[in-house]
T-cell receptor, first 112, second 116 residues
Framework: SQQGEEDPQALSIQEGENATMNCSYKTSINNLQWYRQNSGRGLVHLILIRSNEREKHSGRLRVTLDTSKKSSSLLITASRAADTASYFCATVRNTGGFKTIFGAGTRLFVKA | SQTIHQWPATLVQPVGSPLSLECTVEGTSNPNLYWYRQAAGRGLQLLFYSVGIGQISSEVPQNLSASRPQDRQFILSSKKLLLSDSGFYLC???????????????FGPGTRLLVL
């Protein structure tokens, strides 16, 4: 089964609102990453949070990690139409080599 | 700076035909390389990864194969395509874990394959 599972699967909000996406995983991790994918394009790395960190910020992005609940959230504040994309969480485990597993993603649509 | 290239961008192939997708990385050496497939509106499925020349690990048994003939070249192949091979194929690289503990991956633009 998927190591990382995002919810909701799809999210539609108005420009200026905040968007929150969640990711749950099953096994212990080394770090967790969030990626963004515009339609028909490759993924772009947004932010990485290590297993010993609880919160991280980058511009309008805020990521939290709760290892006791095996969950993470990505908050995009003051969303813009250009934030419309799919967002994926990826968990990284050290299994004798680092292995990254991607979730199915959340499709975010920001209406202007 | 590092860049990653994939070609072709789009490919339409008949069932039973061969396939060769190429990925090259510039600006880094001895990267880890990855091939993913993404079905429409879905997440990424890891197909192959490589930690060095000639070293290929397969994650999913199927009619695809991968090769790494040079340090920064990764090729995805098939002898006979199936309808189920249609999808969006993404190549990615990351720093070799021996030098970098964070496995951030950097993706190419992708190849959209349609098998008819």
């Amino acid at each position: 089964s998927q190591q990382g599972e995002e919810d909701p699967q799809a999210l539609s909000i108005q420009e200026g609102e905040n968007a929150t996406m969640n990711c749950s995983y099953k096994t212990s991790i080394n770090n967790l990453q969030w990626y963004r994918q515009n339609s028909g394009r490759g993924l772009v790395h947004l932010i990485l949070i290590r297993s010993n960190e609880r919160e991280k910020h980058s511009g309008r992005l805020r990521v939290t990690l709760d290892t006791s609940k095996k969950s993470s959230s990505l908050l995009i504040t003051a969303s813009r139409a250009a934030d419309t994309a799919s967002y994926f969480c990826a968990t990284v485990r050290n299994t004798g080599g680092f292995k990254t597993i991607f979730g199915a993603g959340t499709r975010l649509f920001v209406k202007a | 700076s590092q860049t990653i290239h994939q070609w072709p961008a789009t490919l339409v192939q008949p069932v039973g035909s061969p396939l060769s997708l190429e990925c090259t990385v510039e600006g880094t050496s001895n990267p880890n390389l990855y091939w993913y497939r993404q079905a429409a509106g879905r997440g990424l499925q890891l197909l192959f990864y490589s930690v060095g020349i000639g070293q290929i690990s397969s994650e999913v048994p199927q009619n695809l194969s991968a090769s790494r003939p040079q340090d920064r070249q990764f090729i995805l192949s098939s002898k006979k395509l199936l309808l189920s091979d249609s999808g969006f194929y993404l190549c990615a690289w990351s720093l070799n874990y021996l030098r970098e503990t964070q496995e951030t991956q950097y993706f190419g633009p992708g190849t959209r394959l349609l098998v008819l």
